[in-house]
């Protein structure tokens, strides 16, 4: 049996070869170069931002949106459990502290836990919000957008209003999905807080094989990160640097990846939501499993399917994943808590209850825009034990 079924696979059926061959032929393959310059413009204009600047990867886009909203290591941060670990690290990069949140039943921030920890937690004076814990200035939250569900950016911009508080959003997962109601009515996931990040890792649903994306409607914050990702440099000339900058723009090669698949995007969408609609109508019939709901008023990139796999299904999550691998088809369940792994244990959390829930139930499935009808319906029988 050779069969194998992918979690989430890169789908280059585009224009990919051709604008690759053409940042070769052309030589330029390194931060120079226009592609770069026009992926940045494309991404802008796509999530109706102000600008973009790329980088590396999401990882160093988050590390620089945090120092470019000037968050330092005096500093607290209030991220999720449930996310990977690169949403969290870069706090820690720059040696700044976190507090830990849990997620509702959307799996992004529970914003009636962030409020109760602000009120319960925290002292509001002098526009600073203050941990009653360790006496540290909160300065910002880390909101990330899991699976590509908005969280609910409504309720969590009123609070960090009310509480002077910057949002990152690390909407990595979630490049294509927006507001359709509401009071950010068109807003894009990554545009509505003080800054946002995308990712075109691999396994996102646009890649570059690896790479990143800032964007910001504030150019002033735009042109610092510009600065930072590409080694603080004041003079070009005599090589002038006046503070510690980094080496993290994108490179051409990686930039003409990304515009050939972002002329795909919206392709990538429409199939991924089919797959999840009919993943979801053949679940209706099978006793325990179901997917998991995406915000209703958004239009979301259904960029991964969570299972639920409850008490009445036969097998528990782990035994629903060896049984799946031993039919050829990779499914996985959610990330480690983040609260919970070697160096964040000294953290502060609050009340996880659900991120613990969701753990024990949840399981990924092969989600990629190339997977094939097929493939998918030979999933579904899989489960139907
Ligand atoms: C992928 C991802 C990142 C990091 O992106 P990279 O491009 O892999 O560095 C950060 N946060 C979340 C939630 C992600 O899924």
Redesign the pocket.
């Known amino acids: 049996m050779d069969k194998f079924i992918p979690l989430s696979v890169p789908n280059l059926k585009g224009r990919e070869v051709e604008y690759v061959t053409t940042a070769v032929e052309t030589e330029w393959v390194s931060t120079g170069g226009p592609y770069v310059n026009e992926f940045e413009e494309k991404i802008a204009q796509y999530v109706h931002s102000e600008g973009a600047v790329s980088c590396q990867?999401?990882?160093?886009?988050?590390h620089v949106a945090l120092q470019v909203c000037g968050v330092t290591g005096e500093d607290e941060v209030i991220v999720p459990t449930l996310?990977?670990i690169?949403?969290v690290n870069p706090v820690k990069y720059i040696h700044a502290d976190t507090v830990f949140m849990d997620c509702d039943d959307s799996l992004t921030m529970d914003p009636d836990k962030l409020m109760g920890f602000m009120q319960r937690e925290c002292i509001f004076t002098d526009r600073r919000l203050i941990n009653k814990r360790t006496n540290k200035q909160i300065k910002a939250i880390i909101v990330?957008h899991?699976f590509g569900n908005l969280a609910d950016m409504e309720v969590i911009m009123k609070i960090a209003d009310e509480f002077n508080l910057i949002v990152i959003e690390?909407a990595?997962?979630a490049l294509g999905t927006y507001y359709k109601e509401g009071r950010y009515k068109g807003k894009y996931a990554g545009t509505i807080g003080t800054v946002g990040?995308y990712?075109?890792?691999g396994?996102?649903i646009i890649t570059t094989g690896?790479?990143?994306m800032i964007v910001s409607a504030n150019k002033e914050l735009l042109r610092r990160a510009k600065h930072l990702t590409t080694q603080a440099k004041s003079d070009e000339l005599y090589f002038i640097h006046d503070e510690i900058g980094y080496n993290y723009r994108m490179t051409n090669l990686q930039a003409a990846l990304g515009l050939a698949q972002l002329e795909q995007l919206e392709d990538f969408i429409i199939t991924k939501k089919k797959n999840y609609e009919l993943y979801q109508k053949n679940f209706r019939d099978i006793q325990g499993l179901s997917l998991m709901d995406y915000r209703s008023n958004t239009r979301w990139n259904s960029w991964f399917y969570s299972m639920f796999c409850d008490d009445t299904y036969p097998m528990n999550r782990d035994e629903v994943i060896r049984y799946l691998s031993s039919k050829g088809i990779q499914a996985r369940p959610v990330w480690g808590l983040i609260h919970t792994q070697g160096p964040y244990l000294d953290s502060q959390n609050y009340y996880i209850e659900k991120a613990e829930h969701y753990l024990k139930h949840i399981v990924n499935i092969p989600c990629s825009s190339n997977l094939s009808e097929e493939d998918l319906l030979y999933v579904v029988e899989c489960l139907k034990v």
């Open positions: 990867n999401g990882t160093s886009g988050i996310t990977f690169a949403a990330v899991v690390d990595t997962e990040i990712s075109f890792n396994n996102k690896g790479g990143g």
